[in-house]
């Protein structure tokens, strides 16, 4: 036992000796190369934020509309997929600026990209972002978006038939109650005894007529759609770009910058190590070196 103690004790020191020595090449190497390793990615994150301001910018115009009330039909998400649908998009074209000779397709495509239209999880709204190169082409495309969107909420077909006739119905017997209760509010002020019926039927009236006002008012906003006064913010001139983010820019350039560098000196150094110690892989190595076309 003690033979053994003694033979694997020399092993297990000489293991810990070789990874000392692996890690105190690493700091020596790191050492050496500190200054590209660490001027090298501060030169490239400054040069890819200089060529950051080079970059074309993107701004954002955002609008939100109040899609949903009581008494609708309208959704927020089918009024979404309107904001989205090929005949929004194709009439929205010119104020986007895009050439006027792109094919259908090519402008729903483009178009798509720059226009995004997302429901609120609890209050419903409906919010509109549209980018553009150009604060005031950001705004203007928000604006005719929400113009060539208004028309589409309106009813059309059967429904807008339906729709018409009963608020035909409904401002007809408004106005045969209204005449009613002012017939019978003029008997109440005319100083002459009535009857309990009367002065209950007053009540009724004014209670039946205040609620047909109400129900009139809501045919009428159904057959009018969506329009400006539904909108909650109008479509903003945006003043900061959301691209290109020059900070992201620079920071991804230097680390990824770093990277390289770090993987270039361990290799070099690695490759000088089998030079130094191994002559038939430094031949190895030479042989590779010839075969690249960047070889010497």
Sequence with gaps: ???????????????????????????????????????????????????????????????????????????????????????????????????????????IKRLSKRISVTVGKQDKLLTVETRARTPETAQKLNTALLDALYPLTQPKGLEKTQ??????????????????????????TSGRPLSEA????????????????????????????LNQGDVVQLPTLPEQEIK????MIAIGAAVFAGFVLLVFVFVRQAMCNVQENSPEQAEKIARIRRALPFGS
């Design 1 to 107: 036992m003690q033979n053994t103690h003694n033979i694997l004790e020399p092993s297990v020191h000489a293991s810990s000796t070789e990874e000392e020595i692996d890690l105190l090449d690493l700091l020596v190497t790191l050492a050496e190369h500190w200054k590209l390793l660490i001027l090298g990615p501060i030169i490239v994150g400054l040069a890819a934020l200089a060529a950051s301001f080079a970059l074309p910018k993107t701004y954002t115009s955002t609008s939100t509309l109040a899609v949903e009330r009581p008494g609708a039909t309208l959704s927020a998400p089918v009024v979404a997929s309107m904001a989205l649908s090929a005949d929004v998009l194709q009439k929205i074209a010119p104020a986007a600026g895009l050439d006027s000779s792109l094919t259908a397709e090519e402008i």
């Design 244 to 247: 290109p983010k020059k900070p």
């Design 198 to 225: 009367t002065s209950r039927l007053y009540g009724e009236l004014l209670a039946a007529n205040s609620s047909r006002q109400v129900t009139i008012a809501g045919l009428e906003r159904r057959l009018e759609g």
């Design 163 to 188: 729709l018409e006739t009963q608020l035909i119905g409904e401002k007809k017997r408004f106005a045969e109650a209204s005449s009613l209760e002012l017939q019978t509010a003029a008997l109440l």
